[in-house]
């Protein structure tokens, strides 16, 4: 899933209007931020495999710290701690965080194949493939953005022409990205698939500096 985990950290800015979007996406995407640096680490893999499933060419091989239940967990509580003591923030706050890293991993469940590790060590892997049905997966993760979209809109305010046109230039380019993927050709290598992974860290950024320009409504 790709733009699901965007929607849920746009929604969650309901419920923690205290919390910058851009904490928000790091927590909803930390999976896929840690996952390039890990692959080009060399100590996780993935290959490109047209076919593996109707909808992404991805084969995901080995990637059990950052994607299995147990380590995502794991990675979900470190952050909510984290921020709870950087911040001042409260348990509630820091469930929230919590939940949103753990989140990552329910999304991928619904849409990998068969390629979600339960925890780090062991060989059992899960996943409903949702990705097998290309209407199935447009369906559940465009329905998912739109309603994120709708509820951080609803929950904030654009303070200035920044705030407004930076959020919905956020939603445009995600948006185009995600018909890219869904429609275009398969990456022309496994490299460069990993420096667009890195590239995402870019979005946390541009988070950050919506959220500046924007106030709880």
């Given at each position: 899933?790709?733009?699901?985990?965007?929607?849920?950290?746009?929604?969650?800015?309901r419920a923690a209007?205290?919390?910058s979007?851009?904490?928000?996406?790091?927590?909803?995407?930390?999976?896929?931020?840690?996952?390039?640096?890990?692959?080009?680490?060399?100590?996780?893999?993935?290959?490109?495999?047209?076919?593996a499933?109707?909808?992404?060419?991805?084969?995901?091989?080995?990637?059990?710290?950052?994607?299995?239940?147990?380590?995502?967990?794991?990675w979900?509580?470190?952050?909510?701690a984290?921020?709870?003591?950087a911040?001042?923030?409260?348990?509630?706050?820091?469930?929230?965080?919590?939940?949103?890293?753990?989140?990552h991993?329910?999304?991928?469940?619904?849409?990998?194949?068969?390629?979600?590790?339960?925890?780090?060590?062991?060989?059992?892997?899960?996943?409903?493939?949702?990705?097998?049905?290309?209407?199935?997966?447009?369906?559940?993760?465009?329905?998912?953005?739109?309603?994120?979209?709708?509820?951080?809109?609803?929950?904030t305010?654009?303070?200035?022409r920044?705030?407004?046109?930076?959020?919905?230039?956020?939603?445009?380019?995600?948006?185009?990205?995600?018909?890219?993927?869904?429609?275009?050709p398969p990456?022309?290598?496994?490299?460069?698939?990993?420096?667009?992974?890195?590239?995402?860290?870019?979005l946390?950024?541009?988070?950050?500096w919506?959220?500046?320009?924007?106030?709880?409504?």
């Amino acid at each position: 899933m790709f733009i699901g985990h965007f929607a849920l950290a746009f929604a969650a800015k309901r419920a923690a209007p205290a919390v910058s979007l851009g904490t928000l996406l790091l927590a909803a995407q930390l999976a896929d931020l840690v996952w390039p640096l890990l692959v080009l680490a060399g100590v996780e893999s993935f290959e490109i495999a047209p076919g593996a499933t109707a909808f992404t060419p991805l084969h995901f091989t080995y990637y059990p710290y950052s994607h299995s239940l147990l380590a995502l967990a794991a990675w979900g509580v470190a952050m909510g701690a984290a921020y709870a003591v950087a911040r001042l923030a409260s348990l509630k706050v820091a469930l929230l965080l919590a939940a949103l890293v753990l989140s990552h991993w329910v999304l991928d469940f619904l849409t990998h194949a068969p390629d979600m590790p339960l925890a780090p060590s062991g060989s059992t892997k899960v996943g409903l493939g949702l990705w097998n049905s290309v209407p199935g997966t447009l369906v559940v993760e465009v329905s998912l953005f739109v309603a994120g979209v709708f509820l951080y809109a609803r929950a904030t305010t654009a303070r200035d022409r920044v705030g407004r046109f930076a959020f919905y230039g956020l939603v445009a380019f995600l948006a185009l990205i995600y018909a890219a993927n869904a429609m275009g050709p398969p990456p022309p290598s496994t490299q460069a698939v990993v420096y667009a992974g890195i590239a995402m860290w870019l979005l946390v950024a541009w988070g950050y500096w919506i959220d500046r320009h924007r106030a709880a409504a």
